[in-house]
């Protein structure tokens, strides 16, 4: 993969990206980092590489059944401890809610989801096959004032080269949220393609780091001195405005 990223070494004269609105940076939770030493450590990476605000995204799945109360109370801690350190950045949270049936009746229940501002709700699915219950979520998430947006559209085998189903979906209204360390070939050279499919065709609305541990950090070092990379920083993102 190295030649990949010396290959595609650009310098962008736009400036750095500094919101990052996905990652797993509340300890203990989900499959993110496991402490606030290493939350912290993390955070000082993500800094360096010139992010000072954090948007992050615990899991709620069924292996992480995370309410809003603890997602909320691991926050407040977090914070704590970041500014017992004097460490100088914005955190905050949403929550990255994956589709099941227990969403679904989350959504019926009218419950109210952790989102980002203006109601943009973070949402990802199995990475195989597309559930059955995709656009009754979509329909049903964005009558009650939520805009879907979907984490990591490059990552799903069901959307890869699959152009029409993208458009369909952005037609419904859904956002996409891409990985940024998918240009640097974490997930392997489909989903790379693909990240450079979606960039090359206006179809992202936000980057994201999904930043779980120290050795994302240096992928997305590298993903931030990709050619496309510097493309996705051209879009109109929803990052500056969240
Ligand atoms: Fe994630």
């Given at each position: 993969m190295l030649h990949w990223f010396k290959k595609e070494k650009v310098q962008s004269w736009l400036p750095p990206?500094?919101?990052?609105?996905?990652?797993?940076?509340?300890?203990?939770?989900?499959?993110?980092?496991?402490s606030f030493e290493e939350a912290e450590q993390v955070i000082l990476r993500l800094q360096s590489l010139g992010f000072n605000r954090f948007i992050t995204s615990p899991h709620v799945h069924e292996l992480y059944r995370n309410s809003s109360e603890v997602i909320l109370e691991k926050l407040a801690m977090l914070k704590e401890h970041l500014e017992k350190k004097n460490i100088g950045v914005s955190i905050s949270t949403v929550a990255e809610y994956s589709l099941d049936e227990w969403l679904m009746q989350q959504v019926e229940a009218k419950v109210k989801f952790l989102a980002f501002?203006?109601?943009h709700l973070l949402f990802e699915t199995n990475f195989f096959s597309e559930p059955l219950i995709l656009n009754d979520f979509i329909f049903k998430a964005t009558t009650l004032g939520y805009k879907p947006v979907l984490a990591h559209?490059?990552?799903?085998m069901y959307l890869l080269n699959n152009r029409n189903r993208i458009e369909d979906l952005l037609s419904r209204g859904v956002l996409l949220q891409l990985n940024s360390m998918s240009l640097a070939g974490v997930y392997g050279p489909d989903v790379e393609k693909m990240a450079r499919f979606l960039i090359d065709h206006k179809f992202i609305h936000m980057l994201g780091?999904?930043?779980?541990?120290?050795a994302h950090t240096q992928a997305l070092q590298q993903a931030q001195k990709t050619k496309h990379y510097a493309k996705a920083l051209e879009?109109?993102?929803l990052n500056y405005s969240l």
């Open positions: 990206l500094t919101t990052d609105v996905h990652s797993h940076l509340l300890p203990g939770i989900d499959d993110g980092v496991k501002s203006q109601n559209p490059e990552r799903y780091s999904d930043c779980h541990n120290l879009l109109p993102l």
